[in-house]
């Protein structure tokens, strides 16, 4: 099936949980995740109308930047080695696994200009899964505040790939407790405003519970 089909879609279900939950499907952002696909199947991607696109390793990031620049907004969405922030971080739009200090040193260091970042949440609490536990989310948040080149515009977690909707809800739901915490805190450094959560197999579930960018691959681009 071809991109702008499936884009179809997944706007046709997001319109119904929106529905569902009493929100507006224009505050959802749709990021195609890139990563696996080729560089004719992005073209086929931007041409459908969706121009934010989600990467997670640095070669596929650059071959695709290099190719088509400034006709996307760049997500980088996978975990990001220190050694490898000055390759990216002056490429990208946004990102997503904003995890540990010593990532937001290397980026005050190599940053031309202030970054959007997620903070990664593990609110799960898998092993095999990064980022920050949500016990130690405010200590990180108020340590992030003397590094000027970043600015916290969300949080965000990857659920696990079950089948359990109550468990997914309830992680999803903590992370937007999370996020509307730090919101109301009024940080300059930390507006908090998104929510980055939900892929194709729970996007609809994200968005019932306030994701506001969904990381779609599978459904979208396969």
């Not at 696996?36 to 934010?52: F, N, P, S, W």
């Amino acid at each position: 099936m071809d991109v702008a089909n499936n884009l179809q879609t997944i706007q046709k279900n997001i319109a119904h949980a929106c529905q569902a939950c009493q929100r507006k499907k224009e505050d959802i952002t749709i990021i195609a995740v890139t990563k696996y696909v080729t560089i004719e199947r992005t073209e086929e991607t931007l041409q459908a109308g969706i121009t934010d696109l989600g990467e997670n390793r640095l070669e596929g990031f650059l071959e695709k930047y290099n190719h088509f620049h400034d006709r996307a907004n760049w997500h980088f969405i996978g975990t990001l080695q220190s050694r490898k922030v000055k390759d990216v971080i002056n490429h990208i739009d946004v990102l997503h696994s904003l995890d540990r200090i010593s990532l937001a040193k290397e980026i005050e260091k190599r940053a031309n200009k202030q970054i959007d970042c997620f903070i990664q949440v593990n609110v799960s609490g898998e092993e095999s899964k990064h980022g920050v536990r949500p016990e130690a989310l405010f200590t990180f948040i108020e340590k992030l505040k003397t590094y000027s080149k970043i600015r916290v515009i969300g949080l965000m977690t990857m659920a696990p790939h079950i089948k359990d909707e109550a468990r997914l809800r309830s992680i999803f739901r903590h992370l937007a407790t999370l996020r509307n915490d730090i919101h109301m805190q009024n940080l300059i450094h930390a507006p908090c405003n998104f929510l980055s959560m939900g892929m194709s197999n729970d996007y609809t579930i994200a968005v019932e519970e306030g994701a506001t960018h969904l990381r779609v691959g599978t459904n979208l681009v396969g």
